[in-house]
């Protein structure tokens, strides 16, 4: 999995552009819209297609999102959206209509396989999770089911029977401790400005962030100090983060918010375009568009400014020694 996706190669920017994915052509939304009828079709069920979701008898829905983005960043193009659809449709049908996990796996093996997620407000409906935790402006907490071909994330009514719901917390971090870092890279450029970047096909990469100390402690080899670092999370499977020790945080800062903003765009798992400040687990909001929607900006608050006055009037090589 790289750090910069490069889209294959498909109808041109020129192109008349689809409104709910903009990043497909009308031509290509259609083709693939037609490919999440047919895929139903196969497996019986007659959907009704609307431009971000399918609809089936039942009333069900279906939401297209995340697979659209799937089939737009697979590098091979069209001729295998329609083999990346089916599958898709498969397993969402077979999570939906077989005996739900809950009922059939045992209390400690439904335990041993729960994971915390970060996830982007948008797909929380407060009446469904209302345990959910707020981590920052727009995202939060909730714990998930990690099963062999599907990720299920738990409502208030299927964590009740599990017991206390800080219990089960406790637990979902202790498994997330225990996760492998599956890849890790350093951002660099000319003039020495420098991130660290994990990533995995872990559903739980990005998650991490509850954990960074200790992640940063086994990335780096080093604890994190007393101004915690700045963090990043586009979309599931990156976390970026920059521990915060003296002014290369200036250069970090500014690349940080580009980064997101990038691997947040047209991506399944999309979590936040925004970097943050982690401080003793808090999460603080450094970058935003403006109120049009459009240009990024970095927007700090007193105490991120006071940090930055102290760093500067520091000067350069006030850090750890990094060897």
């Not at 401790?177 to 020495?192: I, Q, S, Y």
């Not at 943050?276 to 007193?302: M, N, Y």
Request: charged share 25%.
């Amino acid at each position: 999995m790289g750090l910069f996706r490069r889209g294959p190669r498909r109808d041109g920017d020129d192109a008349p552009r689809d409104p709910e994915f903009s990043y497909f052509s009308v031509r290509e939304a259609a083709l693939f819209r037609s490919g999440v009828r047919e895929a139903f079709a196969e497996r019986g069920l007659e959907v009704t297609l609307y431009a971000d979701l399918v609809r089936d008898a039942d009333g069900r829905a279906f939401g297209l999102g995340n697979l659209a983005a799937v089939c737009h960043n697979d590098r091979r193009g069209p001729r295998v959206w329609p083999a990346l659809i089916r599958r898709h449709v498969g397993l969402v049908l077979k999570t939906m209509d077989g005996p739900s996990a809950l009922d059939t796996l045992r209390p400690e093996q439904i335990r041993a396989q729960l994971y915390p997620r970060v996830v982007s407000g948008e797909g929380i409906d407060p009446g469904t999770f209302g345990y959910a935790r707020s981590v920052a402006p727009g995202l939060y907490e909730v714990l998930a089911l990690d099963l062999p071909e599907s990720v299920m994330m738990l409502t208030d009514e299927a964590l009740e029977p599990l017991g206390d719901l800080e219990d089960l917390r406790a637990r979902a971090l202790a498994n997330l401790r225990g996760l492998p870092v599956e890849g890790h890279e350093t951002v660099r450029d000319a003039d020495g400005m420098c991130f660290e970047v994990i990533l995995g096909d872990s559903f739980y990469t990005a998650s991490r962030v509850l954990d960074l100390d200790a992640v940063v402690r086994r990335v780096t080899g080093r604890p994190l100090g007393e101004h915690g670092a700045l963090v990043a999370m586009p979309f599931r499977h990156q976390l970026a983060f920059h521990p915060i020790h003296d002014t290369s945080i200036v250069p970090a800062l500014g690349a940080m918010a580009s980064f997101a903003a990038s691997g947040h765009e047209d991506t399944p798992g999309a979590i936040s375009p925004y970097v943050f400040w982690w401080r003793d687990g808090t999460l603080t909001q450094l970058s935003d568009h403006d109120e049009d929607g459009g240009e990024l900006r970095i927007v700090v608050g007193d105490d991120f400014h006071e940090l930055l006055e102290r760093l500067i009037s520091q000067g350069p090589g006030h850090g750890p020694d990094p060897r």
